[in-house]
């Protein structure tokens, strides 16, 4: 009786051994990567080394931006920029993330064609990223174009990858949509009138 316990035993731990190998190697999967630049997928965590325009006309404005940024303890970084994250613009309203050059002429007449509409923007936000190699050209975008005037709108250099993540590589400037929940409505490259935009500003 002891001798067919025992080889039971014996014969079951083989099959022990391979269900705990079973579980290590579920385990250590790695998790699936996701697609940032798909219809639906979600916002990747950000961080926006945004410009403080410091221009007489934007004093106001760039005050009222401090004082939110500061009730949510985001960290200072000199005076010139200052962190900005996905948490910073999360209002429920619709986001639109605009990739760009400082250097463009099509990012140019976008950024133009924002500023005479920018009424629309009642709860929507705007956050115009460009990659860090063209940080030194941000400050005289942002006062050319009063960014700081506008309390809806946000500019600065990438410093956590978004390019990498949602740039699709076809034109400049790239506007991605995000919904209130942050999921990607819309993708635009290239020059995009208005009137396309305007369905999705609130």
Known sequence: M?????????LSLPALSQAQQ??????????????????????????VMAYNDTSAKGKENLKKKERRRSAKN???TGGTYTVLTEKDLDNGANLLVMMFNPTCLHCEDVTFMMEK??????RSKVVLVASKPMAEYLPDFAQRHHIASYP????GWDSSRIIDNVYL???LPQINIYDGKR????T???EVPIDTLRKYIE
Not at 22 to 44: C, E, F, H, S
Not at 183 to 186: A, P, Q, V
């Open 117 to 122: 509409n920018i009424s629309d923007f009642k």
């Open 22 to 47: 079973d579980v290590k190697t579920t385990q250590n999967n790695p998790q699936p990567n996701i697609d940032y630049k798909q219809p639906g997928a979600p916002l990747p965590p950000f961080i």
């Open 188 to 190: 635009y490259t290239g």
């Open 74 to 76: 985001v960290d200072s």
């Open 169 to 171: 590589y076809q034109a």
């Open 152 to 155: 809806a709108m946000y500019i």
């Open 2 to 10: 002891l001798r067919k316990t025992l080889l039971a035993v014996l």
């Open 183 to 186: 999921n990607l409505l819309k």
